[in-house]
Nanobody, 128 residues
Framework: QVQLVESGGGLVQAGGSLRLSCAAS????????ASWFRQAPGKEREFVAA????????YYADAVKGRFTLSRDNAKNTVYLQMNNLKPEDTAVYYC?????????????????????WGQGTQVTVSS
């Protein structure tokens, strides 16, 4: 079992910044990828960014590349998503997720059905 708790959402103006946190607990040694997904009203949940647990390698969706940055604090088992230059289209509920299986195919980390554990989500609202 892995537990994930997100924090750090809120309301920000366009061009502003927020940092989301995802604290993992339980059998964290089994995590292969820890990722962020988001879901806007009326839309499907979409991939935002992933970090490979073993070596910290980050991967980003094209929509956020250059604006969002993933990092990890090993001692705290916490992943951070720094979001800069936020746009109104970034408004969504952001979910942290953990994938416990090997993921070797190109872009496999972006497939939400792979993920075994999910956090409760945190709301990010960007006003124009």
């Amino acid at each position: 079992q892995v537990q994930l708790v997100e924090s750090g959402g809120g309301l920000v103006q366009a061009g502003g910044s927020l940092r989301l946190s995802c604290a993992a607990s339980g059998r964290t040694f089994r995590i292969y990828f820890a990722s962020w997904f988001r879901q806007a009203p009326g839309k499907e949940r979409e991939f935002v960014a992933a970090i490979r647990w073993s070596d910290g390698s980050p991967y980003y969706a094209d929509a956020v590349k250059g604006r969002f940055t993933l990092s990890r604090d090993n001692a705290k088992n916490t992943v951070y998503l720094q979001m800069n230059n936020l746009k109104p289209e970034d408004t969504a509920v952001y979910y942290c997720a953990a994938d416990l299986d090997y993921c070797l195919g190109s872009g496999c980390y972006s497939q939400k059905l792979r993920y075994d554990y999910w956090g409760q989500g945190t709301q990010v609202t960007v006003s124009s």
